[in-house]
């Protein structure tokens, strides 16, 4: 069974399909639809057009609105003049760091376990 993103993509998918042919229709051979409808022909093909036409117009508006009301209510960034200087403070109140000396662990230091050792080295050998 498909999942429901799946159920959904596909009827997203089927609607844009019986779109688009209807639009292709209503365009090339409007004489098959607008007695259905009660238009003229010529009346189906200019509304089919202009719908498009207005909704497409209508997109970029809103995107360019969209833009302006997002730069007119953004604050202006610092200048760079102003950037630098505060970088600078930061670097003068930073304190050299002092020098630690990491020495290996304890357990590093000390020889393996007798069982670590090889067969040939364990305890002293016998004459």
Known sequence: MA????AIGALIFIVCVVI???????????GVISPMIGIS?????????????????????????????????TPPPKPIEELETEEEKKEEEKEPLEEVKIEPAEEA???PAEQDKPEGSKGKKKK
């Open 3 to 6: 999942s429901k993103d799946q």
């Open 41 to 73: 022909a010529q009346s189906l093909q200019f509304w089919a057009v202009a719908v498009v036409v207005l909704l497409a117009f209508l997109a970029i508006m809103f995107i360019g609105a969209w833009i302006g009301w997002t730069m007119a209510t």
């Open 109 to 111: 230091k000390t020889e």
């Open 20 to 30: 688009a042919v209807g639009y292709l229709v209503v365009l090339v051979a409007p």
